[in-house]
């Protein structure tokens, strides 16, 4: 080969390998300014909402790029995030709050979801006729829990703490347990209360509600402004869809939970949109009414000696 050929080879691959180097640098500053979201979600009813933005590609439509992860209950899903191996999740309070004492500052609160509830329950042919009759009888319940919490301060303000005795049991196991009888009652959240009630007849002594919040960490909040914009977008959305196609929502849930969707559709109700027909009226901003109920569960937490350290509730919201 001539030297010329031989020049105007090695000009071309400088030339080449340049334009590769500039494409791969480009690429990495469009990568670096529009992120990858991965948001994370437990098996309970604020679930729905993340399965339903992922199957109806509502997260796409709003040009937010997810990755969507579930996780069997609340512990190891605050563990991703601490790790940094999700940016956000849907969760209730309580983990929140664990999460916010050990980490203070890592965290906000960017939005109100759905909304669901747990119940205290025995079985069919349980003796006990009200939650006073459980006195040195053995309740079921996940320790760390929004379920813990309420079972702790129902416990004192009945007059029955010290008398009955919670037992730690995962959430996926706490049916099992009531049916064996290895607990006389336990504290599970929906939808397996509706699904106990229905399957073995199990009856409520009693419930509490329960609202979800979404969190993302707080460097990606800072860091990714548009894509946190994208996200809540993506949440209205999804809550109107939920609204508008409740036996769509319900089906794509159910199959995740391997549940009758019914039982879904069911629950739903309760959600305070579940009757929104337009975006207009899908407001998931964090209301003065919520912001009392945040502080409330932030000291709830502390008095039950559930968490160390007060979390002041204005470190975990989007000023």
Known sequence: MS?????????????????????G???????????????????GMNGQIVVTMDKAGIAEKNGLKAEFSSFPYGPPMMEALAAGSVDAIVTSMLPVAAYAAKLP?????????????HALMVAKDSPAADPSA????????????????????????????????LINIPPAELAGALSNQSVDAIVIRQPQVLRLQQQSGARILKSWPLRYVTIAKTKFIN??????????????????????????????????????????????????????????????SVKPADRAMIESRLMEAYTAKMIKEKVDPHSLLVE
């Open 3 to 23: 030297a010329i050929n031989t020049n105007f080879s090695r000009s071309l691959l400088t030339v080449a390998l340049f334009l590769a180097t500039a494409a």
């Open 25 to 43: 640098a480009v690429a990495t500053v469009a990568d670096a300014a529009d992120p990858v979201m991965r948001i994370a979600f437990p098996s």
């Open 105 to 117: 500052g890592d965290i906000k609160i960017v939005a109100m979801v759905n909304q669901g509830g």
């Open 134 to 165: 459980l006195a040195g009888k053995k309740i079921g319940v996940s320790f760390g829990s929004d379920s813990h919490l309420d079972a702790l301060i129902w416990l004192r303000d009945s007059g029955l703490a010290g008398k009955a005795v």
């Open 223 to 284: 860091e990714h402004p548009k894509q946190l914009q994208e996200y809540l977008a993506a949440l209205r959305d999804t809550t109107l869809f939920m609204s508008q196609h409740p036996e769509q929502s319900a089906a794509w849930f159910g199959e995740y939970l391997r549940m009758d969707p019914s039982v879904i559709m069911q629950l739903a109700k309760d959600d305070p949109n579940a009757s929104a027909r337009t975006i207009s009226e899908i407001d998931l």
